[in-house]
């Protein structure tokens, strides 16, 4: 699969961080959000504004630019009621 940009992502879309390609510090502020290299995270909104995501349960908002840098790989969706 191909590697993509955060902010390239629709709503609902679900991905798996790869790399974040930016500066010691934006990459720090990233880590200490959760956004680290393997994350699976969640799109809520992406259509102006900042970038609302859910990683590991929590809601986080990420600025355009930031989220530019974020790296993942999209993933399928897992079907959450496969027994009924």
Request: proline residues 1%.
């Amino acid at each position: 699969m191909m590697t993509i940009s955060l902010i390239k992502l629709h709503e609902g879309d679900e991905a798996k961080v790869e790399s974040i390609a930016a500066g010691k510090d934006a990459t720090k502020r990233l880590y200490e959000m959760g956004l680290n290299t393997k994350a699976r995270i969640s799109v809520l909104k992406n259509d102006f504004g900042p970038v609302l995501a859910s990683v590991n349960g929590n809601k986080i908002a990420i600025g355009r630019g930031l989220a530019e840098k974020v790296m993942v790989q999209k993933t399928e969706k897992e079907e959450e009621n496969r027994d009924e």
